[in-house]
T-cell receptor, first 114, second 115 residues
Framework: DTGVSQDPRHKITKRGQNVTFRCDPISEHNRLYWYRQTLGQGPEFLTYFQNEAQLEKSRLLSDRFSAERPKGSFSTLEIQRTEQGDSAMYLC????????????FGQGTRLTVV | DQQVKQNSPSLSVQEGRISILNCDYTNSMFDYFLWYKKYPAEGPTFLISISSIKDKNEDGRFTVFLNKSAKHLSLHIVPSQPGDSAVYFCASSAVHYNQGGKLIFGQGTELSVKP
């Protein structure tokens, strides 16, 4: 296992289109997180899963955003009716879920909405 | 409301000298603190962490200091190397209050180590 994998690495889409990103966590990790990072800022928490259950969502996650982790393995993040303000780096991370256990990040998906 | 702040957007240090990166937080429930390093076009990479029950943690050239009363932590890199040039993020978590373990990140400090 080589770590957290995200696909695609880059996505350019027209405003109003739907996009979907995929994240494959480290295989034994039961927690999976989605973060968003814009230029000059640190990553901002969006949502997280404990196995297949989505346990917390940030207020940043509007109704146009939906995340799933159907079998507790990989996860998808879908953005419907994209807006220019959605342009950002979307980062996925996973962890073992033990207190104080660090999260390991993927390389991210860079979304550009034109 | 920026709960974790890194007030220095950039820092330039000579190779071999000490790099000190600072971070302040406001939430008293934070009990676990981490530093991540990020190169361009890559995701953040975990560097070092510290629990609130400690005031210092050391790993090779990297040492993190925690001052709970001041709600301040710092990362010391000694000696600094050109390969350390990256953006460094401070992150905090309230592990015992929020079992989810989500991280709250600062804005980052870009470190440049000059040969």
């Amino acid at each position: 296992d080589t770590g957290v994998s995200q696909d695609p690495r880059h996505k350019i889409t027209k405003r109003g289109q739907n996009v979907t990103f995929r994240c494959d966590p480290i295989s034994e990790h039961n927690r999976l997180y989605w973060y968003r990072q814009t230029l000059g800022q640190g990553p901002e928490f969006l949502t997280y899963f404990q196995n297949e259950a989505q346990l917390e969502k940030s207020r940043l996650l509007s109704d146009r955003f939906s995340a799933e982790r159907p079998k507790g393995s990989f996860s998808t993040l879908e953005i419907q009716r994209t807006e220019q303000g959605d342009s950002a780096m979307y980062l996925c991370a996973s962890s073992l879920g033990q207190p104080g256990q660090e999260a390991f990040f993927g390389q991210g998906t860079r979304l550009t909405v034109v | 409301d920026q709960q974790v702040k890194q007030n220095s957007p950039s820092l330039s240090v000579q190779e071999g000298r000490i790099s000190i990166l600072n971070c302040d937080y406001t939430n008293s429930m934070f009990d676990y603190f981490l530093w991540y390093k990020k190169y361009p076009a890559e995701g953040p990479t975990f560097l070092i962490s510290i629990s609130s029950i400690k005031d210092k943690n050391e790993d090779g050239r990297f040492t993190v200091f925690l001052n709970k009363s001041a709600k301040h932590l710092s990362l010391h890199i000694v000696p600094s190397q050109p390969g350390d040039s990256a953006v460094y993020f401070c992150a905090s978590s309230a592990v015992h209050y929020n079992q989810g373990g989500k991280l709250i990140f600062g804005q980052g400090t870009e470190l440049s180590v000059k040969p």
